[in-house]
Nanobody
Framework: QVRLVESGGGLVQAGDSLRLSCVAS????????MGWFRQAPGKEREFVVV????????YYADSVKGRFTISRDNAKNTVYLQMNSLKPEDTAVYYC???????????WGQGTQVTVSS
């Protein structure tokens, strides 16, 4: 079991940057693949980026590639999402998620709101 708590959201202007954090509680944080997802008003939740524990690689949605960067600090049980060059279409609730190899994304945080004004 792992509990996830996101922070770092806020209201920014287009072109600004934000860094989201997701702190995990529980054991064996390093054994989980971690991901960030987002849900805009009236839309379904969508994938943003995942960091695969097994491959050590990150995979980004085309819409954020080159602007967003995922990183993790296993010593702090924390995963980050650095978001640069934010656009109004990045406005959404951002969720952190975790999964073990071969399983679904079974652990989710409560979400943090990111609003980008034009």
């Amino acid at each position: 079991q792992v509990r996830l708590v996101e922070s770092g959201g806020g209201l920014v202007q287009a072109g600004d940057s934000l860094r989201l954090s997701c702190v995990a509680s529980g054991r064996s944080f390093s054994s989980y693949s971690m991901g960030w997802f987002r849900q805009a008003p009236g839309k379904e939740r969508e994938f943003v980026v995942v960091f695969s524990r097994s491959s050590g690689s990150s995979y980004y949605a085309d819409s954020v590639k080159g602007r967003f960067t995922i990183s993790r600090d296993n010593a702090k049980n924390t995963v980050y999402l650095q978001m640069n060059s934010l656009k109004p279409e990045d406005t959404a609730v951002y969720y952190c998620a975790a999964r073990t190899d071969g399983s679904a994304w079974g652990f989710w945080g409560q979400g943090t709101q990111v609003t980008v004004s034009s």
